[in-house]
């Protein structure tokens, strides 16, 4: 059996604009904040992530999140970005890493290897958008999970409830 560093789970198409999006499941982490978590990513298929923001069709993976900013028609960019994560780092990574070919698939992915690890759901992206199915069954194989998703108001997320927490900007 192979180890892989990681695991295409799914492919699919946004809800919001129609865009090819990738989920990978990277299964190290060096993430002080959250310790060694198999670490869940929601990405442009067709885009590195940092051009995916620059270009505003980050909302393939991102949705309506109140963080990814604004397109300034002026301008010809996003501005008042506000989200945490630093799309040139890890997730540049994943991402070329997928286009290199690296990550098993899905059918390579023996369950027993999570099953004293947690989950981090969306360490980029949202993770609404991930099939329900492939959500609950990785959930009972592991030790635990976290994620939090921005679409708890959008009609084909409300199988997130329970699952994930809402990401709220106000009360």
């Known amino acids: 059996m192979t180890k892989f560093k990681g ?3 799914q492919r699919g198409t946004s809800p919001f604009n129609g865009d090819p999006f990738v989920v990978i499941m990277t299964m190290e982490s060096s993430n002080s904040k959250t ?3 198999c670490q869940v990513w929601i990405l442009h298929e067709g885009l590195n992530p940092v051009d995916a923001v620059n270009l505003g069709v980050d909302d393939t993976v991102c949705g309506d999140c109140p963080h990814r900013g604004i397109w300034d028609e002026e301008l010809q960019k996003i501005v008042d970005r506000s989200c945490y994560v630093n799309v040139g780092q890890a997730p540049a990574a994943v991402w ?6 690296i990550y098993g698939k ?3 992915l023996d369950l027993r290897v999570i099953k004293n690890r ?3 759901w969306g360490s980029y992206g949202d993770p609404a958008l991930i099939d329900p199915t492939l959500v609950r069954t990785i959930n009972k194989h592991a030790a635990g999970h976290t994620g939090y998703t921005h679409q ?3 009609p084909w997320a409300q199988w997130c409830k329970n699952v994930f927490q809402a990401s709220c900007d106000s009360f």
């Open 106 to 108: 899905l059918s390579d």
């Open 7 to 9: 695991y295409v789970l």
């Open 96 to 101: 070329k890493s997928y286009k290199r070919g």
């Open 152 to 154: 708890w108001r959008q």
């Open 118 to 120: 947690k989950v981090r």
């Open 35 to 37: 310790g060694n978590m």
